[in-house]
């Protein structure tokens, strides 16, 4: 029967046809002609595929012995070697292999022969649990050889299963198809000849003949084929997700068929090609892996159990830790710690019920196992997110419970200028309809009822609005976290529902009205640059990208009390370098100084770029591409030869086409501390928005580790500390409490670190893109 065709493979019903063939680009030479029957045929392939064994045995005894050895898993012993050790052995021996997966078939034509056996399994697998025997007293594989004739024999050995492993892979994924289909398969009659589909119909099933035949018919050529029982049709609108190419019509009545609907059908086909594997319990798949097995999906416990089973104690297992690190990084949205700490200490009594064998010591040296391997895992999920664990009272205690000796003693509160926002009461500045303010000590992730009860004024006619530079958005009042909805420039005002009309921005909400070109003469591009990159990355490190980048990712609502507030303070200073540079230059109206100043602004872009500080690089380069500065064209014309190659040049990283490539390049090549273009990065992150959390109920885990991804980047930006100025003393840290201290240019000189600094903390902008195009034209006609 002729199954389906796919652009990696075709199957056929018959194998053994002696003509040279080839399967993804692997060839093998015919056998001798006069071997015509086929029993003699396999018989002279069984003779060498077991000359071959020997061959393969006799290397690995000789050179590898620890390969195959006593083994124990779930307290049985066993003489054998894993499946993943025979691969990796064979990938050393084999210069030749270009996949995991070849060198399995390989190992796949010594498990279809009998000489390599596991005792349940038919399919040769590439995983560390999975322990096979060769059967060398059956078939005499114990031989010796000198070693030159040791190693030729090794390599006709090799060769030879090189040349057998793609049939034999082949043959393994029929298998595992024909099973998937019998699970799916559905028995479809038509009493009456008619039309089973009509060309241009939505492809939904695939089908296989059973009894009967049909016409195939095409829209310009008529009758194109006629096929009869054992043939299938309806597959290449499913492949192709294309409407239906062909009118399939039945040639006689009391027609059968077996159909495959197109959802089974695309889920069998991903599988074999993915080479996956699925778990199922009581009729329902819980754990879905892929060919290397890393986790595709599964419920979250059975997520945890597997995870648990691939710790090694014994080694740093660096796959495994970091398929453990998406796990903990990502559980919040799948697994909330409500749901994680029960099923880590459900671990306990579910492994000791399992235990039907073995002395009482090897049930305790079993169970003594698995709490090193979670007590592992958890020290894991404590060195990811060290204090922010104190804060969640059920992990809290769960450790002080289960594991009795101090977690958090080698974390300390960092010491830093920019101390991270958390949940606890922050200063709001809230104004009434006269712009008079009222303040208030409220948590940062107040909701708009919170604050209306603080203020007295919940249940009325009082609604609380936010305000910008260009107009104003009325809360709505089940809205959490006011504190960081708050954008650049806008502020909060509460008033009467009739009063909402007549409120007016406050008058530094406008931004400034004269620029500070005159300060920014006084300043070097290196200085200004440094200081824009000390400030960022104390920004950049006060977020918690554990937390912060997932809730802000998947949505903050969904998650009771979280805090993104930090990321979000980071993301808001973008914004703000972005307009301050267009501000500067939009308020400088000296044709000459104005010149100057957009030389200096694409210098401090160039120093930017040095000290790999990327967010604010962006920052001012798109500054510098605001429609308000680009049609400054006698401003671009003072600007040096040399300056402007060296402004296109930036302007190359910016490029968007091929998913931001230049970008990417320009990162791979980087080395932390650097600090990352924030907002693309988060831009980059959103693929949730076309991947489900959940696929047939299972979680989707393989978006969970693209997300956990983004984290371990900016994990790894920032695991170096950038080098200190020198210069910088104690006297920058009366500016740490924000825009309301005041400096003196009398009392310190205008090129000093503090003063620079104090500068850099507290830039004033225009974000009104009209008002800001108006004063383009005022020093521009």
């Not at 099923?343 to 305790?364: D, F, I, N, V």
Request: hydrophobic letters at 40%; aromatic letters at 8%; a positive charge.
């Amino acid at each position: 029967m002729h199954l389906f065709r796919s652009h990696n493979y075709q199957v056929f019903p018959d194998r053994c046809s002696v003509e040279k063939q080839t399967i993804r680009g692997i060839s093998w030479t015919p056998l001798p002609e006069a071997l015509d029957s086929k029993d003699t045929m396999k018989q002279f392939l069984s003779d060498r595929v077991v000359k071959a064994a020997r061959s393969v045995y006799s290397v690995v005894i000789e050179r590898n012995p620890g390969l195959i050895r006593d083994r124990k898993y779930h307290l049985k012993t066993h003489q054998c070697c894993s499946g993943k050790d025979l691969v990796d052995w064979l990938m050393t021996q084999n210069e030749g292999l270009q996949s995991r997966s070849q060198a399995v078939g390989m190992w796949q034509v010594l498990v279809d022969e009998g000489i390599l056996l596991h005792k349940h399994e038919l399919n040769f697998l590439d995983k560390d649990t999975q322990f096979y025997r060769f059967q060398d007293s059956q078939f005499g594989l114990n031989h010796t050889t000198n070693e030159k004739d040791s190693e030729d024999e090794l390599q006709e050995a090799l060769s030879l299963l090189s040349q057998l492993g793609p049939d034999a892979l082949l043959t393994m994924i029929l298998r595992k198809v024909r099973k998937e289909l019998a699970a799916v398969l559905v028995f479809e009659s038509h009493a009456k000849a008619g039309t089973v589909f009509s060309q241009g119909d939505k492809g939904t099933s695939w089908y296989i003949i059973w009894k009967g035949s049909v016409n195939v018919i095409t829209h310009g050529k008529g009758l194109v084929t006629t096929l009869h029982e054992g043939e299938d049709f309806g597959q290449l609108a499913l492949l192709n997700d294309a409407p239906r190419a062909a009118t399939i019509i039945l040639r006689e009545d009391n027609c059968h068929f077996l159909r495959v609907d197109k959802q089974d059908f695309i889920r069998i086909l991903k599988d074999v090609e993915a080479n996956t594997v699925r778990l199922e319990e009581h009729g329902k798949t819980v754990l879905v892996l892929e060919k290397s097995y890393t986790v595709m999906s599964g419920t979250p416990e059975k997520i945890l159990e597997h995870l648990l089973e691939t710790i090694k104690l014994d080694a740093n297992g660096n796959d495994a830790i970091s398929c453990v690190s998406d796990f903990l990084l990502t559980h919040k949205v799948f697994m909330p710690s409500s749901q994680l700490c029960p099923a880590l200490q459900h671990q306990y009594p579910a492994y000791q019920a399992e235990l039907a064998e073995g002395s009482e010591q090897e049930k305790t040296a079993y169970v003594l196992n698995i709490k090193q391997k979670v007590v592992k895992l958890v020290g894991q999920w404590v060195a990811l997110f060290g204090l922010l664990l104190k804060e969640d009272p059920i992990v809290l205690d769960f450790l002080e419970q289960n594991h009795q000796f101090d977690w958090f003693s080698n974390f300390e509160e960092p010491v830093g200028r920019i101390q991270p926002i958390r949940a606890h009461d922050k200063l709001y500045e809230i104004y009434r309809p006269d712009n008079k303010p009222l303040t208030l000590m409220l948590p940062v992730n107040t909701s708009v009822q919170d604050v209306m009860s603080a203020i007295g004024k919940a249940g009325g006619d009082h609604v609380l609005v936010k305000m910008n530079s260009t107009g104003r958005a009325q809360l709505k009042l089940d809205a959490t976290a006011v504190y960081t909805a708050l954008g650049l420039n806008e502020r909060l005002f509460i008033c009467t529902s009739s009063q909402v009309e007549q409120l007016t921005p406050l008058k530094e909400q406008q931004g400034p009205e004269r620029g500070t070109t005159d300060i920014l003469e006084q300043m070097s591009s290196k200085d200004v640059a440094s200081e824009l990159t000390n400030y960022d990355f104390e920004l950049f490190t006060a977020m918690h990208e554990q937390v912060e980048l997932v809730y802000y990712i998947f949505g903050r609502h969904k998650f009771p009390g979280a805090i993104t507030a930090n990321l979000e303070r980071f993301v808001r200073r973008f914004n703000e370098v972005q307009y301050w540079v267009v501000t500067e230059l939009c308020l400088c109206e000296d044709l000459v100084k104005r010149a100057i100043l957009l030389k200096k602004f694409i210098k401090i872009a160039s120093r930017l770029k040095e000290q790999k500080n990327l967010n604010s690089f962006f920052a001012v380069m798109f500054g510098l591409s605001n429609s308000a500065i680009l049609r400054l064209y006698k401003t671009w014309e003072r600007i040096p030869s040399k300056t402007k190659r060296i402004y296109c040049a930036h302007e190359r990283l910016m490029d968007p086409s091929r998913n931001h490539r230049a970008y990417r390049l320009a990162v791979a090549k980087l080395s932390p501390p650097y600090i990352p273009f924030m907002p693309l990065l988060l831009k980059m992150t959103f693929i949730h928005e076309g991947n489900a959390n959940y696929i047939d109920k299972l979680v989707n885990f393989e978006k969970m580790r693209m997300l956990a991804k983004t984290v371990k980047i900016v994990r790894g930006c920032r695991s170096q500390p950038y080098p200190s100025s020198p210069q910088r003393g104690l006297a920058d840290r009366m500016f740490l409490e924000g825009p309301a201290t005041r400096i003196s240019t009398h009392t310190l000189s205008l090129r000093s670190p503090t003063n620079i600094r104090h500068y850099i903390q507290n830039l004033k902008v225009i974000d009104n893109q009209r008002k800001l195009t108006q004063l383009s034209r005022t020093i521009e006609c």
